[in-house]
Structure formats: C-alpha cells, structure tokens
C-alpha cells in the first residue's frame, strides 16, 4: 500500500469514527485536523510587516515570479486547481470572479483578498497564504483569523511592533511548534533576539537571489541557489509536509485503536444487510398470496406401459420358501439327481424388496407347487392313466428345471 493509500485509508476510517459520535472534545478536534492533513494539501502561511520579503518568499515557493512586488496589504492565497481561475474578496464582503490576465487588473479592483487557483505541482502538497502588511495594528487583527486555519507558519524578521508580538503572544502551541523566523540581512535583528529561541529553526534566506539562480540560462545555478539559502528554505518546507503527514497517520492509528470495537459494531454482514432489503414483508402481504410461490412439479415422460399387464410380483413368504426347499430336495433324491441343490437355494433366496427389478414380465401368481407346499390349495390327486404317463416319460437324471418346477 502506497503512501497516499495509507493515507486516504485512514482518513476514511476516522470519519466513520467522527460519526458515531464517541469522539469528545480533544479527541474529536485530534480527528478533524488528522482528516484535514491526510485529505487535504498543508496550509502555510507567510506572515510579517516586509511585504517585499513575503512576495519575494512565495514565488520561491511557487518556483518562479507570480506574483508582482506592488501588492500592498492584500492577502494572496494559491490553491491547487485544474482550472486556472481567480476570486476576488472585497470589505464588504462581495466576491468576485475574474479571468486571469494581470495582477495589475486585479489589484485595480481594490481587492482585500485574492485567491488563486491553477495546476502548479507544489499545489498538490501545500497551498501557500500571504499575510503582510505594513500596518501592525491591521495585522494583528487580520491574524487571529488566519493563524487558526494554517499548519505551519514562516514569520518574517522585520520590525517587531507591539502588536506583532502580542500575535506571537497568542499563536496556538501547536502552530508555534511548527513556525520558522526568515530574515534576509547578514544578522538578525536585535528585537528579536528575545522570540529567536521560541522558534522551530532561523534562516537567511535572499529569496530575490534564489529564484534568479533558479532560473538562470543553461539551468538552476545550484551553488548560488544553495548560497542565497534556497536549499535550505526547500528542505524546511519538504520537511514540514512529511512531518505534518507522518503525525497525522500515527494520531489517526491512536484513535482508530482506542476505538477499534466502536468501528467493528459498525461492520455488517452484506448478506445480512441483502436479507434485510429485500425480504418480503409479511404484515403488508394480502392474504390471498401465498408466503412461499406454489412450484409445479415437472412432468417426466414415461414409456407407454400396456394397460392390461399382469399385477407385478410379490415376493413369496419366507415359510413357502422352505417347503419349496424341502419338496425340491426330496424330488431330486427320489430321481437320482446328483446336482447340488445349493443353487437352487441360492437362486431362491429370499431378497430385500428395494432390490428386486421391476419389469414387464413378471409372474403373477405362484406356481402350484408353491401353493400346494402353503398350503392354499388342497393336492389334487392324479389319475391311474396319468400317474403310468408320467412314470414313464421320467428318466433317472431328471432336474426340477425338466420337470417344469
């Protein structure tokens, strides 16, 4: 999984969280501002009385000159946008949309802020706001409201009125722990030396120098752009971006892990959620149609049987059986047979009904041998003549098979 995977990922799962209402107070404001670093770009706000210095400090950011020197107390933010555009905010609240052409065009409708859209890569990272103004007492006031929607501050080493320290004074911790003291003369200036410690790191930083090396001929002069601080102010930024990024994944994994059973109790089964959509409901089904759909049963062809077969074969009790046996054993000694009788007994043994082949020929009723053994019809006694005939067609060797048994 990507970074950016990793990042979309957790941010989805917080707000789901967000919405089971169980985060409070710092937890909930934790979340939201973990959301906005994971799904949004970074805000970085350039703040100071040097307007100069904090025009010359974006277009380094952006990577070229954008933004002209005559800007004068108005507050330039840059977002990332595929569509190039431009809105402009008046004092009374007015906003107005205008095709980009010249900063000039712009500042001559007398704007109070002018916001920016356009495609430029570093966009995709961070979007940058400009705060200065020569006014102290305007400045102070205009960054109550801004400080609160930034995440890591550049603070420009100009002169330090009362109320520019009063800001820094009440800057939020967190922002403070991420703001960083520009200044672009040989030394600091001495009314700083008493902030100087609070801040994350100080830098020298020409930025007018740094974008001419940038964009001289034959490509960027890195030597002079490492000498006017460039690289330095580069890797400041790089290095807020991934640190703003990391801290928000790892408090997302604090949450998400104190909060693990909330999100479980929220997952459900798809089939469940299926059965629950689409199950009929009962109470509003009219008595006349059934609760399950009546099913017809699929018609098999069959063979064409003959209507007047014979009644199919019903096994013999097993007490005929053994008088048929024993009547058979005692024939074939009184006709000198010597085959054995166990195939015989084989062949009639008695058989599972479940077992027995159902076919046309069948018999359909017992041999009189069988009966007269039963005893369901009395023996009927042969004639003289009849007795004398069979006597002597019989030859010694013969079977129950030859006698028709």
Do not use: C
């Not at 900063?103 to 570093?122: A, H, Q």
């Not at 922002?175 to 100087?196: G, I, N, Q």
């Not at 609070?198 to 030597?223: H, P, Q, Y």
């Amino acid at each position: 999984m990507t970074a950016e995977d990793r990042s979309i990922a957790a941010a989805t799962d917080l707000a789901r969280l967000v919405e089971t209402g169980v985060l409070k107070g710092r937890e909930l404001r934790a979340a939201e501002r973990s959301m906005r670093h994971l799904r949004d770009p970074l805000r970085l706000l350039i703040f100071g009385t040097d307007t100069q210095m904090a025009v010359s400090l974006m277009n380094l950011v952006l990577g070229e000159r954008i933004v002209p020197h005559i800007i004068r107390g108005v507050q330039i933010q840059f977002i990332f946008s595929e569509e190039t555009f431009a809105e402009l905010e008046f004092r009374d609240g007015e906003r107005k949309s205008i095709s980009i052409t010249q900063f000039s065009e712009m500042l001559n409708e007398n704007p109070s802020k002018i916001k920016i859209g356009t495609n430029l890569p570093v966009l995709n990272k961070i979007s940058i706001l400009m705060l200065a103004n020569a006014d102290a007492h305007k400045l102070s006031t205009e960054a109550g409201r801004m400080t609160d929607r930034s995440d890591f501050m550049v603070w420009l080493a100009g002169d330090l009125p009362g109320p520019v320290r009063e800001t820094w004074t009440h800057l939020p911790q967190n922002l403070k722990d991420h703001s960083y003291l520009v200044h672009d003369t040989p030394e600091l200036p001495a009314d700083w030396d008493v902030l100087a410690s609070d801040f994350v790191d100080i830098l020298r930083v020409d930025a007018e120098a740094a974008l001419t090396a940038k964009a001289s001929k034959g490509g960027a002069n890195k030597d002079a752009f490492r000498a006017a601080g460039g690289m330095d102010f580069v890797r400041v930024v790089k290095s807020e971006i991934s640190m703003l990024e990391k801290s928000a994944l790892d408090a997302a994994d604090v949450l998400l892990l104190r909060h693990a059973s909330v999100l479980e109790q929220q997952i459900t089964d798809p089939i469940d959620e299926i059965l629950e959509t689409d199950a009929p409901d009962v109470a509003t089904r009219p008595f006349s149609e059934p609760l399950v759909p009546e099913t017809v049963e699929p018609q098999i062809a069959t063979a064409p049987t003959d209507q007047t077969a014979p009644e199919e074969y019903v096994q013999m009790p097993s007490k005929a059986l053994r008088s048929l046996r024993l009547t058979s054993q005692q024939l074939a000694e009184r006709m000198g047979s010597h085959r054995p009788m166990s195939t015989v007994a084989t062949r009639l043994r008695s058989v599972p009904a479940s077992k027995v082949k159902k076919t046309s020929r069948v018999v359909s009723k017992p041999s009189p041998l069988a009966r007269s053994a039963e005893g369901a019809v009395p023996k009927r006694p042969l004639g003289a003549d009849m007795a004398t005939s069979r006597r002597k067609k019989s030859r010694p060797n013969a079977t129950p098979w030859s006698l028709g048994l």
